[in-house]
């Protein structure tokens, strides 16, 4: 092996802070660029590629207090050889130096491409404030890096994701490091006996020695929750198993309930792959400010139970304060008010009125039936249904004799996919409606396509007055 006495000297931590001269007769170190508990990290040029700018990763066995840390680092070098990808630095080797001393002990090295950048904490220590968009543009090029890590055979876990390991280049690239932590997912469960990890970045299962795609996405997640708020999140933990995000977290409300999907405390309830938390982010679903709605609506955070009316309360259309009742009494009479045409036609002996009068009828019934039908859905989504917020998808107007009409089209989430609907109104509430604007839905969680859309922004404190008064009772 090669003889290095300035690593001799590093070994012993006599002069930690010199930088060492040459490395492998190859690098040339230029300076310290960060220093660990267990070892340091170096510019170097490499001579053997024109003078190119490294990253040199050292561990100081003089710090190391178990053999897992050797373990680790030579799991990272394994791991590093095998991936591919630009948000990843280019591993180039690992070496060991070795001393003429017989009391210092072998020094180990690993070379990879120097990426020219900062890491989040760093901008994080340093005050540096991050929008909600900056934090977007993050996740998404971190969850395209573990969309290659997880879609590896097998997954490759990074397990230890924070702020310290995402480097952010000037060009605003995400790159992400120290690779050991890492874990290939053997085993379809995910099972482990390593808890490794940063507390406040591991959801419940990582504890208990498990590690999954999932596992990542927590940690992304409680690392976007930090950059908005600037607060560790170890804080907003109560226990192990329940993260809190902070109401007044600066963001609309599809990326608060993405980070809260995120950072699901149970796994099976939490995003499963990064795709699918990139697939919501590009829905773009309810991307609007939270004071859109906040003092005069429930924010759901997940889809909650609808409130439980009072006894005969299902009989009345919040929305519009309408009876329900009054709906189906009011299409019986007409339909059997329309009788009279065809009987009186008949005994007047008139055939050809009579045919029309029965026309006539069966088209009042039809009417009836349908205006029945629509307010029985309606009875069972505010008796049983559950409520959640859709967004605008489309609008535009049109008039009819003098009478103008909104026509809107929304979409919202039921289970894990969206579902659609449509309206036709002269309520003008509607008129100032743009697509991305949120709207309430009440739906069947049975039959999640039968639904109600019961609240648009300009009228949900009337909406919310109306709903608690038939609650209540009161007059």
């Not at 990326?255 to 405390?265: K, Q, S, V």
């Amino acid at each position: 092996m090669a003889t290095n006495q300035g690593v001799a000297d590093v070994g012993r931590d006599v002069a930690a802070k010199q930088p060492l001269e040459t490395l492998k007769g190859v690098y040339s170190v230029e300076q310290v660029l960060g220093e660990g508990a267990l070892g340091r990290t170096y510019l170097a040029s490499d001579n053997s590629r024109g003078g190119a700018k490294v990253a040199i990763k050292e561990l100081l066995p003089s710090r190391m207090k178990r053999w897992k840390d050797y373990e680790l680092f030579h799991r990272e070098c394994s791991m590093l050889r095998s991936l591919n990808h630009p948000g990843i630095p280019s591993y180039f080797e690992d070496f060991i130096v070795e001393s003429d001393d017989p009391s210092v002990p072998a020094r180990l090295f690993l070379v990879q491409r120097f990426v020219d950048g900062r890491s989040l904490q760093d901008r994080l220590d340093d005050g540096e404030v991050f929008s909600e968009e900056r934090v977007r543009d993050v996740a998404v090029q971190a969850l395209e890096i573990l969309c290659y890590l997880h879609g590896l055979n097998p997954k490759v876990i990074h397990r230890d994701i924070k702020p310290s390991n995402l480097m952010l280049t000037p060009g605003g690239k995400v790159i992400l490091i120290d690779f050991g932590a890492v874990r290939e997912a053997v085993t379809a469960d995910g099972l482990g006996s390593t808890i490794v990890g940063t507390f406040g970045y591991m959801p419940p299962e990582q504890y208990a020695g498990q590690s999954v795609a999932a596992t990542d996405l927590f940690a992304l997640g409680a690392t976007c929750v930090q950059l908005l708020t600037g607060r560790e999140p170890g804080e907003l933990f109560e226990g192990l198993h329940t993260f809190r995000i902070p109401d007044d977290l600066p963001v609309t409300l599809g990326f608060e309930r993405i980070l809260l999907g995120m950072t699901e405390p149970e796994v099976s309830r939490r995003f499963q792959s990064a795709q699918e938390v990139l697939d919501e982010l590009a829905f773009g679903f309810l991307m609007v400010p939270k004071d859109a709605i906040t003092g005069k609506l429930p924010i759901p955070n997940e889809i909650r139970p609808a409130p439980r009316p009072m006894p005969g309360f299902q009989l009345r259309d919040a929305y519009h304060g309408r009876s329900h009742l009054s709906v189906l009494l009011v299409g019986g009479v007409g339909a059997t008010l329309t009788l009279v045409f065809p009987i009186t036609a008949i005994w007047l002996g008139s055939g050809a009125l009579s045919i029309l009068g029965f026309f006539l009828v069966a088209a009042t019934l039809w009417s009836a039936g349908m205006v029945s039908l629509r307010a029985r859905i309606e009875i069972d989504a505010y008796r049983r249904g559950i409520y959640t917020l859709g967004e605008v998808t489309g609008r535009f107007l049109s008039a009819s004799s003098g009478v103008e009409f909104t026509h809107m089209t929304y979409r919202y989430r039921a289970g894990s996919g969206f579902l659609y609907g449509s309206v036709s109104t002269r309520d003008r509430a509607y008129r100032t409606l743009s697509p991305g604007d949120p709207v309430g839905v009440i739906y069947l969680s049975e039959e999640p396509d039968e639904h109600v859309m019961y609240a648009v922004p300009a009228e949900w404190a009337k909406r919310q007055t109306v709903g608690l008064r038939q609650l209540s009772g009161a007059s």
